[in-house]
């Protein structure tokens, strides 16, 4: 019984104390919880999380008042002999100028908030300072296509689901879709905008410090939909340039026999849709993996790209995101085991 009523006292106190974190540490809540739009980054979301607050609060206040206000309604003529015949609530008894001035002050509370909701979101529609960089995203069932823009052709290459972005600048984002409709949501850096087939959207944002951020689709685009997932890696511009630079080298040739004779096979069972720079690879249904090892996950951010995960993903990828399209390969104990050398070794 005393074990039972802790155990709710502890589920009771669980809101509180992530509430209380949220407000005393945004970083350690923003590490519980990556999706969270209670914190933001950036100088598109610092005005959005702003707005958030406050409407937040207006509304809890507003909740307060009329609660305070029915209980005194309710307590202070407890007792009172009343005539069935009357309504309380009336021209002759007075209270009808109660609800002209609750409706005057709820139609005012409202009306001052879509000002401040309008004036945020036309502020941020659109960057503060010109945009140096686009990148164009793409979305797939179920992965992101990210390719980085640049007047000189030789400096464009593509990547999958995970972007790096410089700080400290505003980063344009073109979006599309190659199949159903999808939308591109990274909620630390901004809101969601649609990736739509045979459309253009466009948005911005801009990470004012370095670090990780986890995105995800948000438009329910089939069965795959919650394993679409991607990360922003934010890195100050030197060490974004220097990523980049890598990004359009070739990984290096496979130096050992197994990750030899797994090229091989890779050439044979997987480059028919995916790409590796330098090498015969040049299939585009899939994502480029020309610097696989570069990347923290797989399969769209749901899985770590550890051994463990790749030999896992390439073994049975129906059964880490069913109905997704890439097959079965029906690869022998030997054949995954030298693909997986090859694949680790595309730094
Ligand atoms: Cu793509 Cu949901």
Same mark, same amino acid.
């Given at each position: ?28 809540? !923003? ?5 969270? /739009? ?7 979301? /610092? ?24 209980? %005194? ?26 609800? /002209?001035?609750?409706?005057? %002050? ?5 009306? %001052? ?5 309008? /004036?945020?979101? *036309? ?8 945009? !140096? ?6 979305? &797939? ?36 879709? $190659? $199949? ?7 909620? +630390?850096?901004?809101? #969601?905008?649609?990736? %739509? ?8 944002? !801009?990470?004012? #410090?370095?670090?990780?951020?986890? *995105? ?7 069965? +795959? &939909?919650? &394993?679409?997932?991607l990360l922003v890696i934010a890195q100050p511009p030197q ?25 091989? +096979? ?6 028919v849709c995916h790409s590796i720079r330098g090498t015969d ?22 899985? $770590? ?12 990828? +129906? &059964?880490?995101?069913p109905g997704n399209l890439m097959p079965n390969l029906a690869?022998? *104990? ?14």
């Amino acid at each position: 019984m005393r074990r039972s009523s802790g155990k709710s006292r502890r589920r009771a106190a669980y809101p509180i104390a992530l509430l209380a974190a949220a407000l005393a540490c945004p970083a350690a809540a !923003e590490a519980g919880a990556p999706l969270t /739009y209670l914190t933001g980054q950036g100088a598109k979301n /610092y005005p959005v999380v702003y707005l958030l607050w406050g409407l937040l609060a207006v509304s809890v206040l507003v909740v307060v008042i009329v609660s305070v206000l029915v209980l %005194i309604g309710l307590f202070r003529h407890r007792g009172l002999p009343r005539d069935p015949r009357t309504v309380p609530l009336g021209r002759t008894s007075g209270g009808l100028k109660w609800v /002209y001035i609750g409706t005057a %002050i709820s139609a005012a509370t409202l009306f %001052i908030s879509a000002l401040g909701t309008f /004036y945020v979101l *036309g502020a941020i529609a659109g960057p503060p300072s010109r945009q !140096e960089l686009t990148i164009n995203v793409a979305g &797939h069932q179920w992965w992101w296509e990210v390719t980085y823009d640049n007047p000189d052709d030789s400096r464009v290459f593509t990547t999958a689901n995970e972007i790096h972005i410089p700080t400290g600048q505003p980063i344009r984002f073109k979006l599309t879709s $190659d $199949d159903v409709i999808h939308s591109f949501w990274v909620p +630390q850096l901004s809101g #969601k905008t649609d990736t %739509i087939p045979g459309q253009e959207n466009e948005t911005w944002f !801009e990470a004012d #410090k370095p670090g990780t951020y986890r *995105g995800q689709c948000t438009e329910y685009c089939g069965l +795959q &939909h919650a &394993h679409m997932g991607l990360l922003v890696i934010a890195q100050p511009p030197q060490a974004f340039k220097s990523w980049w630079d890598d990004q359009l080298k070739a990984p290096p040739a496979p130096s050992s026999a197994e990750a030899g004779a797994g090229q091989l +096979q890779f050439m044979l069972h997987c480059a028919v849709c995916h790409s590796i720079r330098g090498t015969d690879a040049h299939g585009r249904f899939g994502p480029d993996l020309s610097h696989l090892m570069t990347r923290q996950t797989l399969a769209a951010a749901t899985l $770590d790209n550890t051994p463990g995960g790749l030999s896992g993903w390439i073994a049975d990828p +129906q &059964h880490v995101k069913p109905g997704n399209l890439m097959p079965n390969l029906a690869l022998s *104990g030997p054949q995954l085991a030298d693909i997986r050398q090859y694949l680790e070794t595309l730094h």
